[in-house]
């Protein structure tokens, strides 16, 4: 199982691919942005599949933790805050997901750096 973290705490809107061996996903424009910085014309990563688990939740500021361990909500939690500002659902609550298809992304733009 790897999970995605959104830095910036916005849904997630774009589709998300796993770079091998990292367990945090990212679009494929952040993709395209890590091949240019590390000169890559193209780059084999997997499809993140959202998944949900039972027993489990991602929490954006805590990491994983568990649904009847009573860790979240305003009795638990002094970051609680509920995504419809009364109850239910916090904002910090993150997603799951698991590697999927492989993929090639290929960067049309690429041009051959020297000296790195």
Known sequence: ???SINANKQPIM???YFIK???ISSSKSEIIEY???NNLSEL???EAKNIKVDQYFYC???GMAERDNMTCGVKWC???EPRNGKSGCCKQIGFLFETGKEITIINKNH???SGK
């Open 35 to 37: 091949m240019k910085d």
């Open 60 to 62: 954006k500021l805590y």
């Open 1 to 3: 199982m790897r999970i």
């Open 78 to 80: 002094n970051k609680y």
């Open 21 to 23: 061996d990292s367990i």
């Open 44 to 46: 084999v990563v997997f």
């Open 14 to 16: 774009e589709k998300q």
């Open 111 to 113: 041009v051959e750096r």
